[in-house]
């Protein structure tokens, strides 16, 4: 790696967001609070919500690099895109297990599934929410790790790398904190499943330039699994639980490498 500041930004994130955490569960554990507390609440969500923006925040002070918090604030307020990619997100979210369900129903006529989805307009109360309950977090994955990563390896072995930090830094949610969904959940599957959304949001990236838009695609994600499109977070591998994973990976391989192999064109064409 070229960028040790990448290893520090990392370090931090995970001091922050793990060191909060764990408190938090002493704290749980010892009695002195329950998952209402508001100690406990502002552990949870300094930890998870803030700990990645901070860390970054953090790096580019010991950086004193005018440049690169230059960039940062312009990707991090770069609203300026195509309208559709704010339509985006919804549109892939929701209809990525719509199809699955469909598929699998067409598998497996004996044992057909349903959704069990809330109304839409619900997303309308949850996307607000969700930018703090992991929006936030993209202040420092697309807005500081995915950049540093992509100056050293493609975008397919940027988003393997980037998915796997990701998902391990969620470790504490699915052992020590009962009121999380992650808890006691099936974190394998949920790894694959992380990888797969971080395909997708490392070809938004791309696109885009915008961590702004990975804002939105992060909060557009919790928002559409909370009235129930998504099986992300299952303790139970299913054939649909598993095409929705699979969709999602196939489909961001496949738009990285069309990504990658237009951008090579145009390197050799210059």
Not at 37 to 59: D, E, H, Q
Not at 182 to 187: G, I
């Amino acid at each position: 790696m070229k960028n040790k500041l990448l290893y520090i930004q990392l370090f931090l994130t995970f001091i922050i967001t793990w060191g909060c955490w764990i408190t938090a569960w002493c704290l749980l554990k010892e009695g002195i609070v329950n998952t209402s507390n508001p100690i406990y609440l502002s552990l949870f969500g300094i930890g998870g919500a803030f700990g990645p923006g901070l860390a970054t925040w953090l790096v580019l002070r010991i950086a004193k690099d005018k440049n690169s918090y230059k960039n940062y604030i312009s990707s991090l307020i770069k609203w300026r895109v195509n309208i559709l990619w704010y339509i985006l997100p919804f549109a892939v979210y929701i209809g990525v297990p719509f199809l699955s369900s469909l598929l699998v129903n067409f598998i497996n006529v004996g044992n057909p599934i349903s959704l069990k989805i809330q109304p839409l307009y619900m997303l309308i109360m949850y996307f607000p929410i969700m930018i703090i309950g992991g929006g936030l977090e993209e202040l420092g994955w697309r807005g500081f790790v995915l950049p540093e990563l992509l100056k050293s390896f493609s975008p397919i072995i940027s988003s393997l790398i980037l998915g796997v930090i990701w998902a391990i830094w969620h470790l504490p949610l699915f052992y020590l904190l009962p009121h999380t969904s992650q808890y006691a959940m099936n974190f394998p599957f949920y790894l694959c499943g992380v990888i797969g959304i971080t395909f997708m949001m490392t070809w938004v990236y791309i696109k885009t330039q915008s961590t702004l838009l990975s804002i939105i695609y992060h909060a557009a994600f919790n928002s559409v699994f909370s009235i129930g499109f998504s099986t992300l977070v299952t303790d139970k591998v299913t054939t649909f639980n598993g095409i929705v994973v699979v969709v999602h990976i196939v489909l961001g391989i496949v738009l990285l490498f069309r990504t990658q192999r237009h951008a090579a064109v145009s390197n050799h064409s210059c």
